[in-house]
């Protein structure tokens, strides 16, 4: 039997130590037995059948696509309908990737695209129609009614997506094949309150980047805020103490008419500068909705309580008040040149506000939508309608395991690849100023909510909400009542859509 390598060495080195032994006995004690033959034959067998160390094996760690299994779908063609807000702030095509362009955003699309195709022998592509309403709808709409199967699944504003999903457009995607719907690449508070009666229409994976774009959150300007000598709010979001009485009580003194002209305009300083729309926000960020899913999984109209009632009442004493806040909507202020001027010292907007101000030249931070009060567990930051998209799968497809494999596919590596692009580079390295406002950020995008009231626009509400920071009565009981009927037929719409089955 051959023996191991390194078998002989050891036998060596035991036959030394016991003549070693051996001589130093015999100086002391001429005397002194020879070794005993026997223990010597042990120490030689145990040496020829030594077994050395056996090294690990290496192991190549699992793909990331190996979870869906195998799968060879011949180099068809899977495509992608991209839709969104028509102008430059919006107007982004998370699919298609140039191999030619460096910027780290493209170059993650344009690597997860790859290992897609190659994993799965698919060709991606897409097709752009940028802007909500009419004509993409149409051309969609058109499209499913001539059986056409142009597209596989498709990305449009959240409205627009409502509209077309009472009228039968959609698959639910609680029934399609290879889709991880439990997993991080898809955003399980969309999942959450998106879910009627068991179906979902619609809902955000990692590659809808332009509902993260969307989601509410406030800016601060540092340097204003060290100006006035108050302290960073940072820490009080992470004790839980960041309410909207904190953002009005930093406010407080900071509006200054600085041209003496006796009115406020844009060339002051402002405590807050906001979208009007922000009032739906500050609503969700109080934990309620406009409409809600309750336990019997129908979806019912929750805008009339008291809670809602004490959030408006808090959010309009600073954001209804000219003296404090600039509404640049009405106003025809410039909401960049308001802030990035150092005329506010707070911005409520939207994420993808953030890169606008990278090239600012004071420092800013950001913060996620306060809470009601203190006592509230949780932060919560709503993802606006109109400038959110949601994915959805037209109803025509033929293929659904090779629809809903794809389209996982696609989320997965989106939340390897692109999601820290986005995150990590885009929006923490590029353009937040600090580390804290990565903390904020995680805090964001962990908490955030989608308001079926607004995404269905249940009984044009959210309109009447807006009016309220005009100066419109805030009157909550009364504004819902005013459009009660209306809203009651459409909640009973969409609930009677959900009942059927589609």
Known sequence: MKQPMNAPRVLCLLLAAVLVLSSVSCAKNDTADAPDPNTVAVAQSDAQNAVPDAEPAETEPPKPLAYLGEHDFEGRTYTVLVSGMDNSEWRQNNIDADAENPEIINSSRFNRNIEVEDTLNVTLASIEQFGNGGIVMGELKAAVKADDEI??????????????????????????????????????????????????YHAVNAVCIASYNATFAILFNKELAADYQLESPYQDVLDGKWTYDALSGMMTGVSTDLDGNGKMDDHDLFGLCLWVD????????????????????????????????????????FAADPAITADYIFKGYSSYDLFAGNHALFYMQEINRITAFRDMESDFGVLPMPKFNEEQPVYRSCVAENDGVLLSVPIVISDAEFTGIVLDALACLSERYVMPAYYEITLQRKAARDEESGQMLDIIFSTRAYDLGWIYQVGALKNSMKDIVQGASPNISALVQKRKSIAGRMINTVNEFYENGN
């Open 278 to 317: 922000a009032i739906t926000g500050a609503v969700n960020s109080g934990l309620e909705y406009c409409a809600q899913v309750g336990e019997d999984g129908l979806l019912a109209l929750t805008l009339d309580t008291e809670r809602v009632q004490d959030i408006v009442d808090k959010f309009i004493s």
């Open 151 to 200: 597209y596989n699944s498709v990305q449009l504003c959240c409205t627009d997506v409502a509209k077309i999903t009472l009228e039968g457009y959609f698959v639910d995607l609680m029934t399609l094949p290879g889709l991880s719907l439990s997993e991080p690449w898809w955003d399980a508070r969309s999942v959450e309150d998106m879910t009627i009666r068991g179906q979902l």
